[in-house]
């Protein structure tokens, strides 16, 4: 069982950045495939970006292409998303997600029924 605890969300208007964080406890992250989805008012969770366990393997949505980047550090058991450029549109709230995998280390999920374990979300909102 893994537990995963986003921060870093918060207010910031358009043009400006924001760094979430997302902190694994219980399991090492090293054989975990990890993701970030997020889901704004009245739509449904959407894929903003994942990577692989080695980290060498990456998948952005096109509408977060260019501007934002995932990273993780398999030391620290954590997963972050730098995200430039924010736009009102990128209002949303931001969850992490995780899929243990073992059979290769540059597997990619994009979906979200392919995610094991999820945060709790951190709120995102971008003002215009």
């Known amino acids: 069982q893994v537990q995963l605890v986003e921060s870093g969300g918060g207010l910031v208007q358009a043009g400006g950045s924001l760094r979430l964080s997302c902190a694994a406890s219980?399991?090492?992250?090293?054989?975990?495939?990890m993701g970030w989805f997020r889901q704004a008012p009245g739509k449904e969770r959407e894929f903003v970006t994942a990577?692989?366990?080695?980290?060498?393997?990456?998948t952005y949505a096109d509408s977060v292409k260019g501007r934002f980047t995932i990273s993780r550090d398999n030391a620290k058991s954590t997963l972050s998303l730098q995200m430039n450029s924010l736009k009102p549109e990128d209002t949303a709230v931001y969850y992490c997600?995780?899929?243990?995998?073992?059979?290769?280390?540059?597997?990619?999920?994009?979906?979200?029924?392919?995610?094991?374990?999820w945060g709790q979300g951190t709120q995102v909102t971008v003002s215009s």
């Open positions: 997600a995780a899929r243990r995998i073992i059979f290769t280390t540059e597997y990619v999920a994009t979906k979200a029924d392919e995610y094991n374990y």
């Open positions: 219980g399991r090492t992250l090293t054989y975990y495939a």
């Open positions: 990577l692989s366990r080695s980290g060498s393997s990456t």
